[in-house]
């Protein structure tokens, strides 16, 4: 039964480390959905978001701060669609992914020149304290961190959101049909300039979200924006175009490195945690590419 308890515990903090990967693959799914384009500058937006956000909160209170990161964010997003976004349409994908490449380095260059390149500690309110839960049935109980489980819950809501919002509504059908081809969407009077402003500052604001998660885990640091490696593997396992597999490929990636650092760490040599998720995305590559939710495209010659 101790060993179930341990298993078990190991099991429930992975989940909940995968909840934070998948909050940062939710921002890469809304970007591809939308406009078929793999936004490489995911990671830089959550670190940004999160400067501004935690740099804010030294001058204004915690709900004007959020409001001028989200208006921050909203504003980057009209700045990215005129000055990148709308030079490159109909370009191929490739074009536009080296384009966000380039404004990932640009993010980051530009939030150590305004927001300069410390550590800050990020408070917003979010209880951190140690909850135990089968003490009865287990030795000692099942740690779970409380600050975790508002995290799930924040996901949660984020996940529900966006899915009403791409199933739902007309903003959200003509997100999908942009996606699917732009010079057809354009022909039925679909504003693709329109679009790709509103898809962006959606993903901004759900980088909001994500650097505030984040920041208040671990801090507000320039390592933040390297939490986007461990989206990939949640996005390559859920599907380029589900929202909820971002959801579920993040709790995968956490759950499995977790169990196989802890368990096959003693028998393999330690770092298992580093290269799990990568070596897992591997093999989804090579046996199923469109991940489990994913859309398979199947082209006709």
């Not at 999160?50 to 964010?73: K, S, T």
């Amino acid at each position: 039964m101790q060993l179930f308890g341990s298993i078990l515990e190991v099991l429930i903090g992975g989940l909940f480390s995968g909840v934070l990967y998948s909050l940062v693959a939710l921002g890469f799914v809304l970007i591809f959905k939308a406009s078929g384009v793999f936004n490489f500058a995911q990671g830089a937006m959550v670190l940004f978001a999160g400067l501004a956000l935690v740099r804010a909160i030294e001058f204004m209170p915690l709900p004007l701060a959020f409001l001028f990161a989200g208006a921050l964010m909203v504003a980057l997003a009209f700045v990215i669609e005129r000055l990148v976004l709308r030079p490159l349409v109909n370009q191929p994908a490739i074009i536009l992914f080296m384009a966000t490449i380039g404004i990932a380095f640009f993010l980051d260059g530009l939030g150590q020149s305004i927001f300069g390149s410390d550590a800050y500690p990020l408070n917003v309110g979010i209880p951190k304290n140690a909850i135990f839960l089968g003490e009865k049935t287990f030795p000692g109980g099942i740690l779970i961190n409380a600050f975790d489980v508002w995290a799930a819950v924040v996901a949660g809501l984020l996940v529900a959101g966006l899915a009403l919002f791409f199933q739902k509504t007309r903003i959200g059908m003509a997100l999908r049909a942009v996606a699917d081809d732009h010079q057809a969407a354009q022909s039925v009077g679909i504003p693709l300039n329109h679009i790709w402003v509103i898809v962006w500052a959606a993903a901004g604001l759900v980088a909001l979200v994500a650097g505030t998660i984040w920041g208040s885990k671990l801090g507000v640091q320039f390592s933040i924006a390297q939490v986007a490696l461990k989206a990939l593997p949640a996005l390559i396992l859920g599907g380029f175009t589900s929202v909820p597999g971002a959801i579920v490929g993040g709790l995968i990636i956490g759950a499995g490195e977790k169990l196989a650092e802890v368990f096959g760490g003693p028998y393999l040599g330690g770092g298992i945690e580093n290269w799990f998720a990568f070596m897992l995305a591997l093999a989804f590559l090579l046996f199923r590419p469109q991940g489990l939710f994913g859309e398979r495209i199947i082209e006709r010659v």
